[in-house]
């Protein structure tokens, strides 16, 4: 059972707003109302085209952060179908093995520009879409182990994140390896699993099915995460039916089944297992900067009703020979 309290994550990217003094108005606001005391950050080709920026709207604010591989990830997939660290490919699962390396080297110049530990894990995933063979993705980990850097090992740790399953009858979105396939790798890797809500949901098009996935990776003593960004059957806004299009509460986007009642119930579930817990939503694209963060605000106070809320101090980061 972990005894520390967990992390606080926003998906910020996904309610970012387009102007850069709104974007510094966004984290400050994130950090100065206690909404988060971490990011989940995406990487794509790096991590933005203004790192050092990046950096300064962290330092101090946001030190138990994630990157998320899935948005580099999901172009590489659709480029050649054959890309990730699941792929029976050879070309492909090299590539996916570099792209996690770069990763993890970006995250390290980025907690040498805080001074702090502001990234402490990465998302990896069991891509490709379809075609995933869980023996590769156990191979994948075993290179990842025998080529730590020589100076020593990474600061940053790995955790796999569960996406919505290939199911021949069900469209889907990442079409990843289901659950059952991913505990016994994830066990022999040593690493942990990390849910996210609307991505579950997805999976079987039906709400109850992140519930079911977080009490099993419980019971396997294997939770690491939870992530809240939902999904529904009908088309609005922000997707269409079935989407992995961040959705936020039912209360926000009545076409969401995240509802506050379904967050409390996995939050049960999770109590005294998870390391973090946060949300990704997206929000109107045309909402001021007050808006987005209440949005945030009303999922992450269902957080806080469980005893998670921010309070780290930033943890002294020790420069790599």
């Given at each position: 059972m972990?005894?520390?309290?967990?992390?606080?994550?926003?998906?910020?990217?996904?309610?970012?707003?387009s102007l850069?003094?709104?974007?510094?108005?966004f984290?400050?606001?994130?950090?100065?109302?206690?909404?988060?005391?971490?990011?989940?950050?995406?990487?794509?080709?790096?991590?933005?085209?203004?790192?050092p920026?990046l950096?300064?709207?962290?330092?101090?604010?946001?030190?138990r952060?994630v990157?998320?591989l899935?948005?580099?990830?999901m172009?590489?997939v659709?480029?050649?179908?054959?890309?990730?660290?699941?792929?029976?490919?050879?070309?492909g699962?090299?590539?996916a093995?570099?792209?996690?390396r770069e990763?993890?080297?970006?995250?390290?110049e980025?907690?040498?520009?805080?001074?702090e530990q502001?990234?402490?894990?990465?998302?990896?995933?069991?891509?490709?879409?379809?075609?995933?063979?869980?023996?590769?993705?156990?191979?994948?980990?075993?290179?990842i182990?025998?080529?730590?850097?020589?100076?020593g090992?990474?600061s940053?740790?790995?955790v796999?994140?569960h996406?919505?399953?290939y199911?021949?009858?069900v469209?889907?979105?990442?079409?990843?390896?289901?659950?059952?396939?991913?505990?016994?790798?994830?066990?022999a890797?040593g690493?942990?699993v990390?849910?996210?809500?609307?991505?579950?949901?997805?999976?079987?098009?039906?709400?109850?099915?992140?519930?079911?996935?977080?009490?099993?990776?419980?019971?396997?003593g294997?939770?690491?995460?939870?992530?809240?960004?939902?999904?529904?059957?009908?088309?609005?806004e922000?997707g269409?039916?079935?989407?992995?299009?961040?959705?936020?509460?039912?209360?926000?986007?009545p076409?969401s089944?995240?509802?506050?009642?379904?967050?409390?119930r996995?939050?049960?579930?999770?109590?005294?297992?998870?390391?973090?817990?946060g949300?990704?939503?997206?929000?109107?694209?045309?909402?001021?900067?007050?808006?987005r963060?209440?949005?945030?605000?009303?999922?992450?106070?269902?957080?806080?009703?469980?005893?998670v809320?921010?309070a780290?101090e930033?943890a002294?980061?020790?420069?790599?020979?």
């Amino acid at each position: 059972m972990n005894t520390e309290r967990p992390a606080t994550l926003v998906g910020a990217y996904a309610a970012l707003p387009s102007l850069r003094a709104d974007q510094e108005r966004f984290y400050e606001g994130l950090a100065g109302r206690g909404i988060a005391d971490g990011l989940e950050i995406p990487y794509r080709d790096g991590l933005g085209e203004d790192v050092p920026w990046l950096a300064a709207q962290m330092r101090g604010r946001f030190t138990r952060s994630v990157i998320t591989l899935i948005p580099g990830t999901m172009v590489r997939v659709g480029a050649s179908g054959t890309f990730g660290l699941a792929s029976g490919d050879r070309d492909g699962r090299q590539a996916a093995l570099e792209f996690l390396r770069e990763a993890r080297i970006a995250a390290e110049e980025l907690n040498q520009l805080t001074g702090e530990q502001s990234v402490s894990v990465i998302h990896i995933h069991t891509a490709p879409s379809v075609t995933a063979v869980p023996e590769m993705f156990a191979r994948s980990l075993d290179e990842i182990t025998a080529s730590a850097p020589a100076t020593g090992d990474w600061s940053t740790r790995l955790v796999l994140e569960h996406c919505d399953a290939y199911a021949p009858t069900v469209p889907g979105e990442k079409r990843f390896l289901p659950l059952e396939d991913e505990i016994p790798l994830a066990r022999a890797g040593g690493i942990g699993v990390a849910i996210n809500w609307g991505r579950s949901a997805i999976e079987a098009q039906d709400s109850a099915r992140p519930l079911a996935h977080i009490t099993r990776l419980v019971s396997e003593g294997l939770l690491k995460g939870v992530m809240f960004s939902g999904a529904g059957p009908t088309a609005n806004e922000y997707g269409g039916p079935w989407a992995d299009a961040h959705l936020p509460l039912t209360e926000d986007e009545p076409t969401s089944l995240m509802d506050a009642d379904e967050v409390r119930r996995c939050l049960r579930a999770a109590e005294g297992a998870m390391s973090y817990a946060g949300a990704k939503i997206q929000v109107p694209g045309d909402a001021a900067v007050d808006e987005r963060l209440a949005m945030l605000g009303r999922t992450m106070r269902l957080l806080a009703e469980r005893g998670v809320a921010p309070a780290a101090e930033p943890a002294a980061v020790t420069a790599r020979p």
